[in-house]
């Protein structure tokens, strides 16, 4: 019996798109995945340019469990990057409303002036930064994918 590889190779590639596509199709829930609140718990110097921030933040998470690591983010004003973030890896507990306990550290660039950080603290300067965030997803059974969001503005998230 002679095995046709042309048409193996095109079954096995059917099987795994329809695979691929019925995962996909279950991920539709993790767009529904909100932050329902975010409070400070403390605030503490880390270095001379930066600070640790300890938050409680509130995410309902109707989907599956997914870890987050690499989490990475930068605050721009005007195209300058004022900051840089990174936030400790944690897991998003399946079908969940929880309180999670994080901490995040914020460095201030080198470069970047008492002034332009004073500048902060009022509102229309603060409507025009932008920030870019990134983070690596890995699913429960290991399969991960790196997510980059670009240019949100800071209103957007507070």
Sequence with gaps: MQVNVK??????S???LCAVALCLSGCGDIRE???TS????SIAPNGLRGVNVWL???IDNPAFQVSLSEIEGSLKLSGKV?????MDPFVLHARSAEIYHLRTTLNIE?????TEMLALTDMET??????DVSAKATLKGGVSKYLKFNDIPLTDLL
Excluded: D
């Design 7 to 12: 048409k193996l190779v095109h079954k096995l």
């Design 14 to 16: 059917l099987a795994l």
């Design 33 to 35: 995945l909100k932050v």
């Design 38 to 41: 975010v409070q400070v718990e």
């Design 56 to 58: 409680a933040v509130g």
């Design 82 to 86: 004022l900051g840089r973030m990174a």
């Design 110 to 114: 080198q470069g970047v002036t008492l």
């Design 126 to 131: 603060l409507n025009k930064c932008m920030v």
